[in-house]
């Protein structure tokens, strides 16, 4: 590929309220900014290079300094030296790290695989999760026709306003009639609304009584914005990070957390080693538009279209029988969305599945 083709960065704020959204770059030409306000409704557009590895979250209820070196209050929030609630990056508004915890992630790694033909991606709960979060695929003149109900990844785990109710097994939102975009369909409102264990709860409610965690938690109201920790954010031990002696994906298995998170947003990475279950891997090509707060349900494209995204990472494109009998079946996606085809992305070697783990860990742990 020539190394003067650049990929569109696109980054959308569907929310109700102004965010603040991060980029890292770990490798390639970044968009040239590592931090910006983004007020609702806005659509921001960049370019990155086409080998370009990183990372993207949203920041929440910022207050900066006029030049955006530090927060407004000396002591920032709640007097630990942040500017935001969420997602901070050491209280600037130009990010030079990852954002700190917890903090819903969109990572890719735009030249991956042999000799770079193909693109990862993910949603990552690693990092906890603070905000509804979508990637959608924006097809290039020269690629291959790829369907959007393939590509396009949602998690939403917030209540209120963003989840399609009552349950459905698909939608058109970011898809279209022709390709149903097959969802989530169990996870109600009001779960969605309880769904992280109560101690991970970056801000929990007054317990009243003895101030002992109850779980479940008494019924006990929860605000609708409520940033939730992973596991191993929030105690960093060995067998929620995976490392140590838990380096070894035979060792390491989900925690509460990460089964908590992978009910509400089966699409997205809840642990160190759930590459196989959260990795979408396409040929290289084409642009990227992060959303926050995309609207409709989680997605649960994975699980439903594991053949055929294997089939595409091996062969580059999308065979004719596929689009008419699977993708475009909607009999076909709702059966397979709820019953639950196999769950693996891609047909990858291990090497290349360590490799993956590599880049991704490094994002993950390094920054």
């Known amino acids: 590929m020539s190394e003067t083709y650049v990929v569109p960065l696109k980054v959308t704020n569907n929310c109700g309220e102004t965010l603040w959204p991060g980029i890292a770059t770990q490798h390639g030409v970044g968009p040239g900014t ?17 080998d370009w590895q990183g990372r993207l979250w949203g920041r929440t209820n910022c207050s900066f300094n006029d030049d955006g070196s530090g927060p407004a209050n000396l002591n920032g929030v709640d007097g630990n030296g942040a500017a935001c609630t969420t997602g901070d990056c050491f209280g600037k508004l130009d990010c030079e790290f990852t ?10 790694n735009l030249w991956g695989g042999v000799e770079g033909r193909q693109t990862f991606y993910d949603i990552s709960l690693v990092d906890g999760y603070n905000l509804p979060l979508g990637v959608v695929y924006l097809p290039a003149p020269n690629t291959s026709f790829i369907p959007p109900n393939l590509v396009n990844a949602a998690c939403i785990a917030t209540r209120g306003g963003y989840l399609a109710e009552p349950p459905r097994r698909s939608g058109t939102v970011y898809g279209n009639s022709s390709f149903p975009v097959p969802w989530e369909s169990r996870v109600r409102d009001a779960d969605v609304a309880r769904w992280c264990p109560w101690d991970l709860q970056s801000r929990p409610p007054t317990k009243p009584g003895d101030g002992v965690f109850p779980y479940p938690d008494d019924d006990i109201e929860r605000p609708v914005f409520d940033p939730c920790r992973s596991a191993c954010a929030a105690h960093g031990r060995p067998e929620d990070c995976c490392t140590g002696a838990y380096a070894d994906a035979d060792r390491c298995t989900p925690s509460l957390y990460s ?26 090509g084409g642009g990227w538009e992060v959303v926050f707060c995309p609207r ?15 089939a595409l990472a091996a062969s580059g494109a999308v065979s004719r029988d596929a689009l008419a009998r699977e993708l475009g079946n909607l009999t076909y996606i709702e059966e397979h969305s709820t019953s639950g085809g196999t769950a693996t992305a891609a047909p990858v070697s291990v090497a290349r599945v360590v490799g993956l783990a590599v880049v991704l860990g490094l994002l993950l742990l390094t920054w």
């Open 34 to 50: 590592g931090g910006f306000v983004l007020d609702p409704g806005r659509t921001v557009g960049f370019n990155v290079s086409w």
């Open 99 to 108: 954002g700190a915890t917890p903090c819903t992630l969109a990572e890719f």
């Open 259 to 284: 089964r908590a998170a992978k009910r509400v947003c089966p699409d997205a990475y809840s642990f160190a080693f759930d590459d196989q279950t959260s990795t979408f891997i396409i040929p290289s």
């Open 296 to 310: 409709g349900r989680s997605t649960n494209i994975l699980r439903t279209f594991g053949d055929q995204l294997r």
